[in-house]
Nanobody, 115 residues
């Protein structure tokens, strides 16, 4: 089994920054896609950013230019640097790490941006 441990969420004022991290441990086999999704109250979970094994990235339009996803393959860790945060970024953020054909989800970390 694969376990994911997220950290870095919290409360920040609009315009501030946070950095999320997510580390995989356990029976890790062929890590490929890593990413972040988020779910705001009353809304569906949505993709925020993904990074492939080769480093290619893709972002939701709403976060382009403000968020940066990166990964450390040696540590099986994915990061999300969030700058210029807005109240509409408030959500529970979930990491996703795909190992082989299996998607593994983190437990979620709350990000709250006050206006």
């Amino acid at each position: 089994q694969v376990q994911l441990l997220e950290s870095g969420g919290g409360l920040v004022q609009a315009g501030g920054s946070l950095r999320l991290s997510c580390t995989a441990s356990g029976s890790i086999f062929r890590v490929n896609i890593m990413g972040w999704h988020r779910q705001a109250p009353g809304k569906q979970r949505e993709l925020v950013a993904v990074i492939g094994s080769g480093g290619s990235t893709n972002y939701a339009d709403s976060v382009k230019g403000r968020f940066t996803i990166s990964r450390d393959n040696a540590k099986n860790t994915v990061y999300l640097q969030m700058n210029s945060l807005k109240p509409e970024d408030t959500a529970v953020y979930y990491c996703l790490i795909r190992t082989g054909p299996q998607d593994n989800w983190g437990q979620g970390t709350q990000v709250t941006v006050s206006s």
